[in-house]
């Protein structure tokens, strides 16, 4: 059935005033059917003509393109040049990553996150994207002598660090792409990335062998390991990662520990409800 084919969707009489009468008395009426079009799409409709999504929700046409246009101004939906269809927003991907509550992740990462710095003798952090800083949000600092002492809060730049290059590879690319228009990113070592076509490749890499790697990037004598953490529909909502000296870190040796990384992701992402098995997001 076409997306802006004349079938009528029109919701009823009934429907429309018992959605009104629980509607608060402050309602705002055009924020309520703003709202209403970001619901109206879903897997069985993915794009909507203005004809057919007036119908579907009962309003005028011009209502309906009005408010279309407002949310294509927001980012909230984009509009297909070829049909004028419309469809859902890369800035709802940005708003729905604030969905899993820090607090949420934190406890459910505690346990692992001890447990990772117990086994590889070094400091474990895991942290969330905020623009291009990589924000660490719950940390288990090692007991040994020499290691990193992470500090909760701390915002990183992305693109050096092991963490954050975990986080803006699973972006989706529209949104990666517009993070680094007209963007220096800037130099922390003779090792950082600095180009942005060299770092999408690099990135390319660590969505491949599904850990990302920080060897003296962001600070000298330095290195890291990270990995994903996927939420129960397998996107990617964190990163977890290790940090420790150089003179104790060599990635070409220390492969278990990096393995112990992915693992510590793996164990997280369970606990958020992720399953393998049933993921097609990882297939880009």
């Known amino acids: 059935m076409p997306l802006d084919s004349d079938t009528p969707f029109r919701i009823t009489r009934q429907q429309a005033m018992a959605r009104a009468m629980k509607r608060p008395n402050y309602d ?8 209403d079009i970001l619901e109206a799409f879903g897997p069985e409709h993915l794009e909507w003509g203005v004809s057919a999504l007036s119908r579907q929700l009962g309003l005028h046409k011009a209502t309906t393109y009005r408010l279309l246009q407002t949310l ?5 939906v984009e509009q297909d040049p070829a049909t004028g269809n419309y469809r859902l927003g ?7 990553m604030r969905v899993i509550a820090p607090a949420e ?3 459910v990462a505690r346990d692992p996150l001890r447990e990772l710095a117990l086994t590889v003798g070094e400091s474990a952090s895991m942290a969330v994207l905020n623009g291009r800083d990589a924000v660490t949000i719950s940390k288990a600092d090692a007991a040994r002598f020499g290691g990193v002492v992470h500090t909760l809060g701390r915002s990183q730049r992305a693109h050096s660090t092991a963490n954050g290059k975990v986080l803006l590879a699973h972006l989706p690319p529209k949104l990666f792409d517009a993070l680094m228009q007209g963007v220096e990113l ?6 950082t990335i600095t180009d942005v076509d060299l770092l999408r490749a690099h990135l390319a890499q660590v969505r491949r062998q599904g850990y990302a790697l920080d060897n003296q990037e962001t600070e000298v004598g330095l290195c890291c390991a990270g990995a994903p953490i996927r939420d129960h529909a397998g996107w990617v909502v964190a990163a977890v990662g290790i940090s420790g000296p ?10 278990d520990k990096v393995e112990a990384v992915v693992q510590t992701a793996q164990e997280i992402s369970r606990r958020l409800g992720y399953l393998p ?8």
């Open 28 to 35: 705002v009426q055009s924020v309520n059917r703003a709202l």
């Open 72 to 76: 294509k101004a927001r980012g909230l």
């Open 90 to 96: 890369l800035r709802l991907y940005e708003l729905g």
């Open 105 to 107: 992740l934190v406890y």
């Open 186 to 191: 800037e130099r922390f070592t003779d090792r």
């Open 246 to 255: 150089a003179t104790r870190l060599d990635w070409t040796r220390d492969t």
């Open 277 to 284: 098995e049933l993921d097609a997001t990882t297939t880009s």
